[in-house]
T-cell receptor, first 113, second 115 residues
Framework: EAQVTQNPRYLITVTGKKLTVTCSQN?????MSWYRQDPGLGLRQIYY???????DKGDVPEGYKVSRKEKRNFPLILESPSPNQTSLYFC????????????FGPGTRLTVT | AQTVTQSQPEMSVQEAETVTLSCTYD???????LFWYKQPPSRQMILVIR??????QNATENRFSVNFQKAAKSFSLKISDSQLGDTAMYFC????????????FGTGTRLKVLA
């Protein structure tokens, strides 16, 4: 089944404790991206990647890191999480060229206390 | 900077009726794509419809159609014969392919279909 998977789905952590949210896709997509969703703000892009070893900032990259060492994986790293990073996070992937539509993972609910 | 504006935070429609969700965007680019995504209570994001800016013809997908007005930078979504399963948050989104490949989403419109 073609899909984007994220883990964990739910995470409660404390301020300053490094964490990684994994994202993997099995559709051989070049484009991958991370978003955060907050009430009243819609989805905001954190980082995106056009292909392996190519990443670029979205609109809200502060406090996040990403890497794209393999085409299928695009982990999101929070080196020192803070309460303002409490949010719902989505990973997405899509083809470059063509329509650029994105396929989304199920979301990760992160709470930082 | 590119922006996407959805001015209707909430809307409701009777089952089987037609509803139109508004979206405007701002860009100086010529090559871009526009999308409507649906987020039902399950939180899963699902593509509803897409439009390439270079195409004059409005996109349609079954009961969903768009009114794309490039000069006015307007991209509204029309849902015909509304069904209870259409109850969801709807997000308008924009992506340029000129230099950067950022995706910009609007703040969403919560649509409730009433029985």
């Amino acid at each position: 089944e073609a899909q984007v998977t994220q883990n964990p789905r739910y995470l409660i952590t404390v301020t300053g404790k490094k964490l990684t949210v994994t994202c993997s896709q099995n559709m051989n997509h070049e484009y991958m991206s991370w978003y955060r969703q907050d009430p009243g703000l819609g989805l905001r892009q954190i980082y995106y990647s056009m292909n392996v070893e190519v990443t670029d900032k979205g609109d809200v990259p502060e406090g996040y890191k990403v890497s794209r060492k393999e085409k299928r994986n695009f982990p999101l790293i929070l080196e020192s999480p803070s309460p303002n990073q409490t949010s719902l996070y989505f990973c997405a992937s899509g083809r470059t060229g063509g329509s650029y539509e994105q396929y989304f993972g199920p979301g990760t609910r992160l709470t930082v206390t | 900077a590119q922006t996407v504006t959805q001015s209707q935070p909430e809307m409701s429609v009777q089952e089987a009726e037609t509803v139109t969700l508004s979206c405007t965007y701002d860009t100086s680019e010529n090559n871009y794509y526009l999308f409507w995504y649906k987020q039902p209570p399950s939180r899963q994001m699902i593509l509803v419809i897409r439009q390439e800016a270079y195409k004059q013809q409005n996109a349609t997908e079954n009961r969903f159609s768009v009114n794309f007005q490039k000069a006015a930078k307007s991209f509204s979504l029309k849902i015909s014969d509304s069904q209870l399963g259409d109850t969801a948050m709807y997000f308008c989104a924009f992506m340029t392919t000129s230099g950067t490949y950022k995706y910009i989403f609007g703040t969403g419109t919560r649509l409730k279909v009433l029985a």
